[in-house]
């Protein structure tokens, strides 16, 4: 069936290093897409989304990149800071399902 | 202050019991949702209603049952029928003509 699936379950670097989180999709009729954070024992938190109308978008410390022709789909996190460890999960979803499919994450630990 | 609430955090229960989890939520959000996480593992969909007094089912409804009364509240119901229900949930809404969804803290419950 369709899903959405990150290339690596971990990925370690250190602080004050840009972090790359990779995530592939299937699903071509996707049209939204969206990073979340969640840290351990807490409710994921939103970072970031993009529309399959743009390739780019950018927030504070944050970019997402979305290569349609490949399917894949990029968070990047700069300056990595301790507080940025935690699970990221990326979802995606077509505007008539009206429901999110997650992957299954990716764990970031920043070393010292 | 506005959001999601979802109680107890952490909930014990003996095998064949039914118990109730709640989620409510103050951000006149339409959509409302319950998903299932297990440890090392992706957010997967229960339940998701998009009105009060109308849900659907998700990827993994066997087992669970819900009920949408009123727009702020979406409780899920675990019965003895569900085989493994030793997990953390997860509630979420989103407004009616967004695509982002705002999580709750989560439950994690342990059937013995």
């Known amino acids: 069936g369709e899903s959405v699936g990150l290339h690596l379950p971990t990925l370690s670097v250190q602080e004050g290093d840009n972090s790359i989180i990779n995530c592939a999709y299937s699903?071509?009729?996707?049209?939204?897409f969206i990073w979340y954070k969640q840290e351990s024992g807490k409710g994921p938190q939103f970072i970031i989304d993009?529309?399959?109308?743009?390739d780019k978008r950018q927030g504070q410390r944050v970019t997402v990149l979305l290569n349609k022709t490949v399917k894949h789909l990029s968070l990047q996190i700069a300056a990595t800071q301790p507080g940025d460890s935690a699970v990221y999960f990326c979802?995606?979803?077509?505007?008539?399902?009206?429901?999110?499919?997650f992957g299954s994450g990716t764990q970031l630990t920043v070393l010292p | 202050d506005g959001g999601i609430t979802q109680s107890p955090k952490y909930l014990f229960r003996k095998e064949g019991q039914n118990v109730t989890l709640s989620c409510e939520q103050n951000?006149?959000?339409?959509?409302m949702y319950w998903y299932r996480q297990d440890p090392g593992q992706g957010l997967r969909l229960i339940y998701y209603?998009?009105?009060?007094?109308?849900?659907q089912k998700g990827d993994i409804a066997e087992g669970y049952s819900v009920s949408r009364e009123k727009k702020e509240s979406f409780p899920l119901t675990v019965t003895s029928a569900q085989k493994n229900p030793t997990a953390f949930y997860l509630c979420?809404?989103?407004?009616?003509?967004?695509?982002?969804?705002?999580f709750g803290p989560g439950t994690r419950l342990t059937v013995t």
């Open positions: 951000l006149n959000h339409d959509a």
């Open positions: 993009i529309r399959s109308n743009m």
């Open positions: 979802a995606e979803s077509r505007r008539s399902a009206r429901q999110l499919t």
């Open positions: 209603s998009q009105i009060v007094n109308d849900f």
């Open positions: 979420a809404s989103k407004k009616g003509t967004g695509d982002e969804q705002y």
């Open positions: 699903n071509s009729a996707s049209d939204y």
